[in-house]
C-alpha cells in the first residue's frame, strides 16, 4: 500500500506557468522543510485532479525537482523527497543586507552602561513627542550638515524606527497617484508603496542607477507619476551610484515636472562625500530618508525623515498614527553614540570590512558581477529571472540562503533581474565558503555575465 503523501497541494502565486508555479511552490516547501527528507509527493494523476492542472503540467514540475536534486522517482512507488535538512549551524545567510558585528559586546555593554546614567526616571515615565526629542534632532542635524552637508531644519528632521518605517511615512504622506521606481529596488519600499495601494512605473537603470531617458518617458505618460523614489547612493540591490550630473539632471526633471521625490540615502556611508544629495539640488520636494543601522548598528532602529515644507504636517499626522512616541533608549543611545564619535569610527571599521568583503566576491565572482564604483554591504548578479530562480535553489541545498529575484522586481513579469550577494552577514571563512559554492554553481550553470547594467 503506498503511503499518502504529507503535502498540501498548492501552486506558488503569478507570475508563471502552471509547471513554473507547481515546481517553486514545491521547492519552497521542500526547502523549507515543511516536507520532510524522504517523504512521499502526491501521485501523478490525484495532484493534477486537486489542482485543476494538466498531467502534463506536474509531469513536467516533477522532472524539474529531478534534475535540481530535490526528488527522486521510484519505479512502481512514486516520486519521494531527496533534499536534505541543513545542518543547524551550518546554513549561511547571504539574503540579509546587515553590517559586519563592527560593535562588539564589550563597547555595547560600556554604551549601555553610560546610558543607564543618563536615564531620568521622570522623563522615561513620560511620553516623548513622536518626531523626537529636540535635542536629539539638532544633534542628528548637525551631523547630516558636518558629513553630508545637509542643512536641514530640525524642526523638519523627524526620528523614526528605523528607515523602513521612514520611508513608510514618506509614501504616505506624498501626492498620491503613481509612484516611479527603479525597476530592481528596495524590497521594503516595494511592500510599503504596494500596501498602500499605489501604482508602479517600472523605471530602467545602467550603472548609475535611474537613467534620466526613462524618468523622461514615465513623465511623458497620459498618468504620469507623482512621486518617484530613488537610492542615488550604493543602489539596493545593484550596487549603482549616481554620479553629480546625473543627479543634477534629475533634480532639474523633478522640477519641470512638479515631480516629489524620495531621497533613500541608507547606504550614504559608502558613498564619497563631496556628491551632493538630490535633497541639497532640490529641497522644495525632496522626502530624505536615512538610518543609522549601516553606520553604527542595526540594532539602535533609529531611522530619520526630513521632509519638505508643504509635507511637514502630513508627515507628523502619519508619525502620531504609526507610533505614539520616540523610543527614549535609542534616543540616548544615538546622543552618546553620535556625541562621542562612536558612529565614525565604527563606520570607518565597517567601510574597511566591506572592502576587504567585496575584493573577496570580485575574487570569486568577478565574471558575473554588475560593475560597482563603491565597495559597500552587496554585490550584484544580473541574470535572467528563471535562471536566478535556479540558482536561489540550487544556493540553497548547499546551505546558502539567498533572497529570490522577485524579491527586489517593480514588475513582477521582468524577463532579467539578477541576485543580490549580501556580505555583512557571514563569517570571513563562511562567507569565502560561499562565494566560492556561488562561483561554482554559476559555472556549472553556463550563464556569463550579462552587463544588465552596463559600465558608464
Known amino acids: 500500500m ?22 517553486a511552490a514545491l521547492a519552497e516547501d521542500i526547502l523549507c522543510g515543511t516536507i520532510p527528507p524522504g517523504a512521499r509527493l502526491p501521485a501523478h494523476r490525484d495532484l493534477a485532479q486537486r489542482l485543476d492542472i494538466s498531467l502534463g503540467t506536474v509531469t513536467r514540475a516533477y522532472e524539474t525537482l529531478q534534475r535540481r536534486g530535490l526528488a527522486r522517482g521510484e519505479k512502481g512507488r512514486g516520486m519521494f523527497v531527496t533534499q536534505t535538512a541543513p545542518v543547524e549551524g551550518r546554513r549561511i545567510d547571504l539574503s540579509v543586507n546587515l553590517p559586519p558585528p563592527v560593535l562588539t559586546a564589550p563597547m555595547l555593554k560600556a554604551l549601555l552602561g553610560r546610558v543607564a546614567e543618563k536615564v531620568d526616571a521622570q ?3 513620560a511620553y516623548e513627542a513622536p518626531a523626537g526629542q529636540p535635542g536629539h534632532r539638532t544633534l542628528l542635524a548637525r551631523k547630516l550638515a558636518d558629513e553630508r552637508g545637509l ?10 524606527s528605523g528607515a523602513q518605517h521612514a520611508l513608510f511615512i514618506a509614501l504616505a504622506a506624498a501626492p498620491p497617484g503613481p509612484v516611479a521606481i527603479e525597476e530592481v529596488t528596495y524590497p521594503g519600499a516595494l511592500r510599503a508603496a ?36 530613488l537610492m542615488p547612493s550604493m543602489q539596493n540591490p545593484t550596487g549603482a551610484l549616481m554620479q553629480e550630473t546625473r543627479r543634477r539632471e534629475i ?33 522644495e520636494r525632496t522626502f530624505y530618508v536615512g538610518s543609522l543601522s549601516k553606520s553604527l548598528s542595526p540594532g539602535l532602529r533609529t531611522g530619520y525623515l526630513f521632509a519638505p515644507g508643504w509635507a511637514g504636517e502630513a ?12 523610543d527614549p533608549l535609542s534616543g540616548l543611545l544615538m546622543e552618546l553614540g553620535l556625541g562621542e564619535g562612536l558612529d565614525k569610527s565604527v563606520a570607518q571599521s565597517i567601510r574597511a570590512e566591506a572592502q576587504r568583503r567585496c575584493r573577496a566576491a570580485r575574487q570569486h565572482l568577478g565574471p558575473w558581477l554588475a560593475p560597482q564604483a563603491v565597495d559597500g554591504l552587496h554585490v550584484w548578479l544580473p541574470l535572467p529571472t528563471a535562471r536566478a530562480r535556479d540558482i536561489v535553489l540550487a544556493a540553497a541545498r548547499r ?11 517593480a514588475d513582477p513579469q521582468a524577463q532579467h533581474a539578477g ?33 544588465l547594467f552596463p559600465a558608464v
Open 194 to 229: 504596494r500596501m498602500l495601494g499605489r501604482e508602479l512605473i517600472p523605471l530602467a537603470m545602467d550603472a548609475q542607477g535611474v537613467t534620466p531617458d526613462a524618468l523622461r518617458a514615465a513623465l511623458a505618460r497620459p498618468d504620469p507619476p507623482r512621486l518617484a523614489y
Open 151 to 160: 542643512d536641514f531644519d530640525p524642526g523638519r528632521l523627524f526620528l523614526t
Open 123 to 125: 522623563h522615561f515615565n
Open 251 to 283: 533634480a532639474a526633471l523633478a522640477r519641470q515636472a512638479d515631480l516629489a521625490l524620495i531621497e533613500d540615502d541608507v547606504y550614504a556611508v559608502f558613498a564619497p562625500a563631496d556628491l551632493p544629495a538630490l535633497a541639497q539640488l532640490a529641497p
Open 399 to 409: 546551505d546558502i540562503h539567498l533572497a529570490p529575484p522577485e524579491a527586489f522586481m
Open 419 to 451: 541576485l543580490r550577494i549580501c556580505l555583512g552577514n557571514a563569517g570571513a571563512e563562511q562567507l569565502t565558503a560561499a562565494l566560492s559554492i556561488l562561483a561554482q554553481l554559476l559555472t556549472e550553470s553556463g550563464e556569463a555575465g550579462l552587463g
Open 2 to 23: 503506498k503511503l499518502p503523501s504529507p503535502w498540501t497541494p498548492r501552486l506558488a502565486p503569478p507570475p508563471g506557468l502552471a509547471h513554473e508555479r507547481l515546481t
Open 315 to 326: 508627515c507628523n499626522h502619519w508619525l502620531q498614527a504609526t507610533r505614539s512616541m520616540a
